[in-house]
C-alpha cells in the first residue's frame, strides 16, 4: 500500500488489464493507459484493434510510445512503497530510526533521504537542500536506510524494478531504455514470487532429502535381506555340494569295486574254461594215439572186431559256451562312464559360468544400467521434411523404409532441411541438454546407420565420414559394426535385432545397446555439443542383399520373441504397402 504522505492511491496506478502497478505505461489515442506489453498482446490476440476500457476502435494498431510524465508518477509511487517496507517493519518492532550521516557527535534522526547525495539529512543539515538552487533540484524521499545500495548508478533513481530475462534490478530509466523488450516486474513482485519458488525449491529439497533416506533405509534393508539370503546360499551350497562330492567318492569307490569284481569275475570264469579246454586237450590228444595204432592194424578181422561201437571222438566241452572278447564289454562301461562324467563336468562347467558373472557382476551391472537408461525414454518422431527423397515413412512417423519407387524428387521442391545424399531422417525434436533414450527395432536388415546428430550436420551434398561431422553413430553392415566416423573399424561383432540409444548431453556421452543380449555395442565419450542434437536414421539401400526392411521406432517393452518380431514386422511392411 502507499504511503499516508502520497498524495496518490495505488488504484491510480494500475493496468486495467494485469491490475499491477504500470510497467513501461503507454496512452492510447482514447486517452487509456496499459501497460505496453500488456495493450500489445491484446491487440496480438484480439480480432479487431479496440480499446479494452471504451472499446473505440482504431484503424490499425497505433504506434504507441511510453508516457515518460505517468511513468515517472509510477516510478516515484513505487519509491514510497519500497520507503513503506523498510519503515513499516521498524515501526511495528523497536521503532528504530535512521540516523543523520552528517552528524559526527551523537547522530540525529534523518528526516529526509537524497537520491542525488545518496545521504540521509537531520532537520539542521537538510536545511541547504530548502535554500540552495541547485539543492533544491535534488529527490528528497523518506529516510531509508542503506541507500548507497538502493540507487542505480547510471541514472541516480532508486532500483524499483526486475527484469526477468537478465536477473537485474532496474530503475524506471533502464527499464525504459535497455530493457523495452524485456519481461520487467516490480521489485516487490519479483521478491514475492522469487520468495515462493525459494519456498517450492526448499519443500523439493526437503522433499528430495526424505525420499533419499527412504532410499537408504531401503538398501539398508535390501543389503540387510542379501546378507541373510547369501548366507543360506552359502551354507545350502556347502551342504549340497559336500554330499555331491561324497557322493562322487562312493561312485568312484563302487566303480573300483564293480571293475575289479568283474575282472575277477571274467579271470576265474576264463580259469576254469582253459582247464576244461587242457583236459579235452590230453583227452584228444590220447584219442589221436589209439587211432593210429589202430589204424596200423592190418588183420582185417582183428581191426573190425577192435572198432569202437560208438564215436571215436571223446566228450569235450562248448567252446561257444565262453566269449573270447571280455575287454569289448569293459571297453563299452568305460565309454558310459566317460559319457557321464562329461555331462557332470558340463554341468559343473555352467556353474562355474554362472558363477563367474556373478563374480565380475556383468550381467547384473549391464541389467541395471540398461533400467537406469531406459527411464530416460522419450517420444520420437520421425521428421518428413528432412528424409531423403528414396525414404518412405509410416503414417504414425514411427517407421522407415528404402525404396526405389519413390516419387518424392518429382513431386515436391527441394526442402532445405532435406538430406539430398545420405539415406537419411531425423527426428522432429532436438536436445540440447539433459538425458534421453529409444530404441529401434532393425530385424534382419543387413545394413542400416543410427545415432544422434547436430542440428548443422550437413544435409546437401557428401557428409564426411570424420570426427567433426556432427554425426555421432554406429553403421551396420552385414555381420560388423564400426563407427560413421571411423571406417573400416570394427567396434562389434554379430547381429541384433533391437536398438537402445542412450545420451547423455550433458557428460556428451552416447551408447548403443543390443537389447535382446543386454550387452553394450559401442559408447562414444567425450563428445562435445554446442547446439541441439536430433536422433538419426539410415536405412540404407540393397547393396548388401535384401535390406527393404523398415527401421522401426519402437516403445520401451518387454524383450519380444524372434517369432513376436518378426510378426510385428510383417505386420508393418504390410502397413507401407
Known sequence: MASGSSPFSEEQFLCPICLDVFTRPVSTPCGHNFCMSCITSYWNDAPVCQCPICKEHFQRIPDLKVNTFISELASNFLSLQIRDVHTQPQQASTRAVVPCDICTDTPKEAI????????????????????????????????????????????????????????????DVCSSSHHKEHNVVPVQQAYDEMKHLLEYTEAKVQQMIQERLQKVIKVKESVKRSKTESEEVIASSVQDLTELVSEIQKSQVEVITVIE?????????????????????????????????????????????????????PHTADLSTFSSNPHLEM???????????????????KMNTELEKLRNN??????????????????????????????????????????????????????????????????????????????????RKTEWCLGVAAESVQRRGSLGRHSHSGLWAIWFLENKFETFNSPDEPVHFGKVERVGV???????????????????????????????????????DNEFGSNLDPMIIVPVGGRESTEASESLLLSQICNFE
Not at 537538510?126 to 536506510?145: D, N
Not at 520421425?382 to 512417423?397: K, Q, Y
Not at 556428451?508 to 536422433?535: M, R
Open 261 to 313: 569284481e568283474k575282472q575277477k569275475t571274467v579271470e576265474e570264469q576264463a580259469g576254469g574254461f582253459i582247464c576244461d579246454i587242457e583236459q579235452d586237450i590230453a583227452e584228444l590228444q590220447r584219442t589221436t594215439v589209439k587211432l593210429r595204432e589202430l589204424k596200423q592194424t592190418k588183420d582185417q578181422l582183428n581191426f573190425l572186431q577192435h572198432y569202437p561201437d560208438s564215436s571215436v571222438l
Open 331 to 349: 571297453q563299452r562301461v568305460g565309454e558310459s562312464l566317460r559319457k557321464s562324467v562329461s555331462q557332470l563336468r558340463a554341468l559343473l562347467n
Open 362 to 443: 556383468s550381467h547384473v551391472s549391464n541389467e541395471a544400467t540398461l533400467r537406469y537408461m531406459q527411464q530416460y525414454e522419450v517420444n520420437v518422431l520421425l521428421d518428413p521434411d528432412t528424409a531423403h527423397p528414396l525414404l518412405v515413412l509410416s503414417e504414425d512417423r514411427k517407421e522407415v523404409r528404402y525404396s526405389m519407387r519413390s516419387g518424392r524428387w518429382a513431386n515436391q521442391m527441394p526442402n532445405p532441411n532435406m538430406f539430398t545424399e545420405h539415406l537419411a531422417v531425423v527426428g522432429n525434436t532436438g536436445f540440447s541438454s539433459r538425458k534421453f533414450y529409444f530404441e529401434v527395432y532393425v530385424g
Open 502 to 540: 542412450f545420451v547423455d548431453y550433458d557428460r556428451g556421452q552416447i551408447s548403443f545397446w543390443d537389447i535382446k543380449t543386454v550387452t553394450l555395442i559401442y559408447s562414444f565419450t567425450e563428445c562435445f555439443f554446442t547446439e541441439d542434437i536430433y536422433p538419426y536414421f539410415n536405412p540404407c
Open 112 to 171: 529526509k533521504s537524497c537520491l542525488e547525495c545518496q545521504t540521509s539529512y537531520c532537520d539542521v543539515h537538510l536545511a541547504p537542500h530548502h535554500r540552495a538552487p541547485g539543492l533544491k533540484r535534488h529527490t528528497l524521499v523518506e529516510p531509508v536506510e542503506s541507500l548507497e545500495g538502493q540507487i542505480c548508478k547510471e541514472h541516480n533513481k532508486l532500483l524499483v524494478l526486475f527484469c526477468r530475462d537478465d536477473s537485474i534490478v532496474l530503475c
